[in-house]
């Protein structure tokens, strides 16, 4: 029976995507669907995207598919293909190409079953899924952005929207999905009649996020469609204003991609404007926060003295 995991060290497998000379695209996908048994689709899944050279990370469960991957250029319509071909509920699934497109996005598959395809801390079945905010597009986004009487609220962690975000967006000061989801509950619980608008990197959570708001009580929630990655895309493509300032954090490699020249944010060490995310080079640590490039050399790469410290021992 084929092997469907990997049993190659991250170091060799790294070293084997930069010497690669291919072309990659790096593209998510999700989709809220029934599997049955999840066990077995993930390991169709492995064993397939495995033969087609694709890197990533997805998880499956009982509601559904989480994806994000790299893959070779001259092989995405096939994955596309086998990805329709799954099951029906996927088919003509909407891909989100990546911003940057930097093919060095991940270098390993992983596919693991887990309880959500996002942790939400959640009870199952206690409100509809499928009942879920009206999608909007970029043209009806930025009008909405300018409309003092919509709130836009970023879905996202908090460390996320430091680094880039809409201008009149507000923040959920959490850095977890189960803990946002009670405290927009809460936060927002004056405005059940107003118009809300939300957003997050690809759509995802915003799915979630806004069937649990109808189903505590909000009349009026939109999403953004595709969540942050499609409004950039689309607005490039058909050269539209683009409301988003900053950058799009993202979970793999390349941390975050650039979609404006604005800086946001600040080093966490010397208060110096900076959106550069790195996670301490203490691996007892690895605490993720933004530092830029003279306390990249003044720390060796730590958060801190106490880091730098246990690293020269």
């Not at 596919?111 to 959640?122: A, N």
């Amino acid at each position: 029976m084929a092997v469907l995991h990997n049993r190659i060290s991250n170091k060799e497998l790294r070293l084997r995507l930069f010497s690669e000379n291919i072309s990659r695209i790096t593209v998510s996908f999700y989709k809220y669907f029934s599997i049955n048994n999840p066990k077995n689709f993930r390991d169709k899944l492995y064993y397939h995207l495995n033969t087609l050279k694709v890197f990533g990370r997805i998880y499956v469960s009982h509601e559904g598919i989480n994806a994000q991957v790299s893959v070779p250029d001259f092989l995405y319509k096939e994955m596309k293909f086998f990805i329709y071909n799954l099951d029906t509920s996927l088919n003509n699934l909407h891909m989100n190409i990546s911003l940057d497109n930097n093919s060095k996005s991940f270098w390993a598959l992983r596919i693991k079953v887990r309880d959500r395809i996002v942790s939400d801390g959640l009870k199952d079945n206690i409100f509809n899924i499928s009942k879920v905010g009206t999608y909007v597009e970029v043209e009806e986004v930025n009008e909405m952005i300018n409309d003092p009487e919509v709130t836009i609220v970023d879905i996202r962690n908090s460390y996320e929207y430091e680094i880039g975000h809409f201008e009149t967006a507000i923040k959920i000061p959490y850095n977890t999905f189960r803990e946002q989801l009670h405290k927009v509950i809460e936060i927002l619980k004056n405005y059940k009649n107003e118009k809300i608008v939300l957003y997050c990197t690809g759509g995802i959570r915003c799915e979630k996020a806004s069937a649990w708001m109808i189903y505590n009580g909000f009349k009026q929630v939109y999403q953004i469609r595709g969540g942050i990655i499609e409004y950039v895309n689309y607005a490039r493509k058909k050269n539209l204003p683009i409301m988003f300032k900053g950058k799009n954090f993202v979970f793999d490699q390349r941390m975050s991609e650039t979609v404006s020249k604005d800086i946001l944010s600040y080093c966490h060490q010397c208060k110096e404007p900076n959106d550069f995310y790195v996670n301490c080079a203490n691996d007892s640590c690895h605490k993720l926060f933004i530092q830029c490039a003279y306390c990249r050399t003044k720390f060796s790469k730590c958060c801190s003295l106490k880091c730098q410290n246990h690293l020269i021992k």
